[in-house]
């Protein structure tokens, strides 16, 4: 699991989050939401280690975390899929897939079968650049890339943001998957409240960097988080 108990970050002399906590389990998808700016993807890049934190704990399988680095945490399992893709554009797909190979022993460096599976456009368009793809195309290879590593845990900022309906759906059912295999945490940042409600097993909504509501789905009632949500 990963879990941030009482986080705080700011950037300069701006504070950014004010006490964030959040525990993301094996088996469970773990939904961060608000509007934007109330700082969401500043959470998810302080849980990858690619933005020191403030104050607070930070624990990744239970062992307390000092200040980590981006390339730590991925060779801890932890991988990111991050907002915009941010996909290598003159690399090919297999190229930028193996940009993950950095953090795995050589006997790991290669990527998993089951990847291709569950996204097949990336092994016919194998050889074609990144930057050819479409903006679907382009959103499964980054989670494609984050899955190179076999994380642990999995960080999704957005994943939906400007994709066909279509491919939502794929992704969706993507995460589901990972999900039901038991052995991954997964946390997911969304705005698409459908997405977000059908996959979530628990939910966290920020507003101005700060917690506002947050618990199992089980205890929240959907159309009383969707109002709360809107009106933030």
Known sequence: MIEAENVTLSYGSSRILHGVSLRAEPGRVTCVMGNNGVGKTSLMNLLAGRHPRAGGELRLMGARLGRVTAQEMARRGVGYVPQGRAIFPLLTVRENLE???????????????????????????????????????????????????????????????????????????????????GDMAIVLVEQYFDFAWNLGDSFTLLERGSVVRQGPRGALERDDLHRQLASL
């Open 99 to 181: 940009t993950g190979f950095g953090c795995l022993p050589a006997a790991q460096r290669r990527v998993p079968d089951d990847i291709y599976d569950s996204f097949p456009v990336l092994a016919e368009m194998a050889h074609r650049r990144g930057g050819d793809l479409s903006g679907g195309q382009q959103q499964q290879l980054a989670i494609a890339r984050a899955l190179v590593i076999r994380p642990r845990v999995l960080l999704m900022d957005e994943p939906t943001e400007g994709i066909q309906p279509n491919i939502i759906a794929q992704i969706g059912r993507v995460i589901a998957g990972l999900r039901d295999r």
